[in-house]
């Protein structure tokens, strides 16, 4: 069996203001579909290696049907630099990267880094931002795809959980 | 919150034997390591929709420390293909295709499929088999990298959990 809860890994001690379970809502839009608000969980943990885990679920508010999952991981990369690889369930995966600038960092696609199946979204880049203030959580993701250029899609105000 | 756990997403049907949580033991070989025995658990669930929630972890046998992890999406794709999507904490993504063939199938990562962060591992493709019979779930997993063509890297025998 895998060992306890070791200590966080050195090179993600500059990640540990993420380490935890965030929960709140957000709202979705973009040009195709109606706005939606949604119920959301983000889960930050590791396992003592030099990367977080990274995993999301969100739900529709009025019947609290799945709404979207992504699992991940999040690591520091070269020099200042944090590199996320994420497998989304619509057939998407996605390699970002981006800036840690204290309790705030903003990720984007790199070229190519959107990997898609046969019969997967249509999406072409992504970016992701986050801040943290406190025990609140605040992140924006925008997105393209192949008909629509960059646009806001999801922005939420979650709060850490005991 | 998000509702109770619903009955598997009809789409998914073909794919009931495999939810659940495997454990057990598994062979590594690579040109460029030492062989190596390691632990391992995958663990295949759903949340009602048309994809099963895909998470393997492996440790060392003599200690129990971490060494790899999968995080991902397994879901059918155009007819009888099955469509993985998967993040890999070494900076690297996954989507792979391949087909169903009763209780075994196996999948390839697609031309352009691996995707990397700038860190990342050099691997450029890779290829998995998976056989259940009964309580027993067999897999083998093939690695080609920038400098070693594809090879087999890993193959483990695992149970199903109670």
Known sequence: M???PPD???????????????HGEGLGEYPSIEPFRYGEELTFDHVGDAYLT?????????????????RGFLRPGAE??????????????????????GPSFALTSIPGGVGRTTTGM???????????DGR??????????ETTPMTR???AVLRRQP
Request: cysteine-free; aromatic content about 8%.
């Open 2 to 4: 895998a060992a306890d």
């Open 8 to 22: 966080l890994h050195p090179d993600v001690a500059p990640l540990a203001f993420l380490v935890g379970t965030w």
């Open 54 to 70: 990274y995993a999301q679920r969100s739900w529709l508010l009025e019947d609290g049907s799945p709404l979207h999952l992504e």
């Open 80 to 101: 200042g630099v944090l590199e996320l690889t994420l497998a989304h369930p619509l057939g998407l995966t996605e390699v970002s990267e981006g800036a840690l600038d």
């Open 122 to 132: 249509p999406v072409t880049s992504l970016a992701r931002r986050y801040r943290v």
């Open 136 to 145: 609140t959580l605040v992140y924006e993701l925008d997105m393209a795809t």
């Open 153 to 155: 899609h999801l922005a």
